[in-house]
């Protein structure tokens, strides 16, 4: 089993949907989970960080973490084309970050 | 710069040769990590520097790879007798230390003729 797991997609939405995306990970200690996006040709930039179970808001993005089952996702209102990108989960091990593989999500008009 | 800086940005070099990576972290942050990204694939993780050690080396895909950090700021991939497989995005990121949010550098675009 992958330490993180994400389904690579792609998920398609149309524009103004909701995007949901979603993480699970293996080690029950893991603290501190993060959401980084990368558009095609550039680096990932941090997006949302979560520590505590339940959800974190910030404009248009939702982070959701549940701890006990060991999964953290991303909501995305209000898609937009240019939300169009891979999405990656990264949680925190007993000394550094693990990166999923990312999810891609394509919004299309 | 406040950012993570990479150089050279891009480098062209031939089957064979050896190739140096550079990264400048994030002053004050202690830890600094190397990626490698292939066209549309995901990060493959390479090493990890905590200060100037490398607790975990374990990416690095063969003995052609070493990297160093000194002075607990600069660090060099070395990629000695490239092949045409090493051909790949490299990236580098800093973070404070080594469970807080990654930034990353814009990479070293590699590609061997």
């Known amino acids: 089993q992958k330490e993180v797991e994400q389904n690579s997609g792609p998920l398609s939405v149309p524009e103004g949907a909701i995007a949901s995306l979603n993480c699970t990970y293996s080690?029950?200690?893991?603290?501190?989970f993060f959401w980084y996006r990368q558009y095609s040709g550039k680096s990932p930039e941090l997006i949302m960080s979560?520590?505590?179970?339940g959800d974190k808001e910030d404009g248009r993005f939702t982070a959701q973490l549940n701890k006990a089952s060991q999964y953290v996702s991303l909501l995305i209102r209000d898609s937009q084309p240019s939300d169009s990108a891979t999405y990656l989960c990264a949680v925190n091990t007993a000394d550094k970050l693990i990166f999923g593989t990312g999810t891609r999500l394509q919004v299309f008009p | 710069g406040a950012g993570v800086s990479q150089s050279p940005s891009n480098k062209v070099t031939e089957k064979g040769k050896d190739v140096e990576l550079r990264c400048d972290p994030i002053s004050g942050h202690t830890a600094l990590y190397w990626y490698r990204q292939s066209l549309g694939q995901g990060l493959e993780f390479l090493i990890y520097f905590q200060g100037n050690s490398a607790p975990d080396k374990s990416g690095l895909p063969s003995d052609r790879f070493s990297a160093e950090r000194t002075g607990g700021s600069v660090s060099t991939l070395t990629i000695q007798r490239t092949q045409q497989e090493d051909s790949a995005v490299y990236l580098c990121?800093?973070?404070?230390?080594?469970?807080?949010?990654?930034?990353f550098g814009d990479g070293t675009r590699l590609s061997i003729l």
């Open positions: 990121a800093s973070s404070l230390w080594g469970t807080e949010p990654q930034h």
């Open positions: 080690d029950r200690v893991s603290q501190s």
């Open positions: 979560i520590y505590s179970n």
